[in-house]
Nanobody, 127 residues
Framework: QVTLVESGGGLVQAGGSLRLSCVAS????????MGWFRQTPGAEREFVAA????????DYADSVKGRFTISRDNAKNTLYLQMNNLKPDDTAKYHC????????????????????WGQGTQVTVSS
């Protein structure tokens, strides 16, 4: 059974920073790409960032490029999302996800490529 548990969300003022973490268990972590997605009530899940199994490749949504950094520590089975210069539009529940197939990197922006999801952590940015 694969489990993903996010933490690090909270309430922050615009311009502030947060660091999200996602601890994975039940899978050979370092063989799978991972991603962060976010969702607001009534909206579709939105791609935020993705990282390859080795950490050598990353991808970002245009809306967060230059402000967010995705990284991973395979020794700790942990995925991170450093979020700087936060904006009210970043307010959402953030979910981490792990790909369904090992050693794949293509189409990382599609939620359909991910086999397991965490419950999410809420990020609220006040203006």
């Amino acid at each position: 059974q694969v489990t993903l548990v996010e933490s690090g969300g909270g309430l922050v003022q615009a311009g502030g920073s947060l660091r999200l973490s996602c601890v994975a268990s039940g899978r050979t972590f370092n063989s799978y790409g991972m991603g962060w997605f976010r969702q607001t009530p009534g909206a579709e899940r939105e791609f935020v960032a993705a990282i390859s199994w080795s950490g050598g490749g990353t991808d970002y949504a245009d809306s967060v490029k230059g402000r967010f950094t995705i990284s991973r520590d395979n020794a700790k089975n942990t995925l991170y999302l450093q979020m700087n210069n936060l904006k009210p539009d970043d307010t959402a529940k953030y979910h981490c996800a792990i790909r369904g197939t090992p050693l794949q990197t293509f189409d990382s922006r599609s939620s359909a490529r991910y086999g397991y999801w965490g419950q999410g952590t809420q990020v609220t940015v006040s203006s």
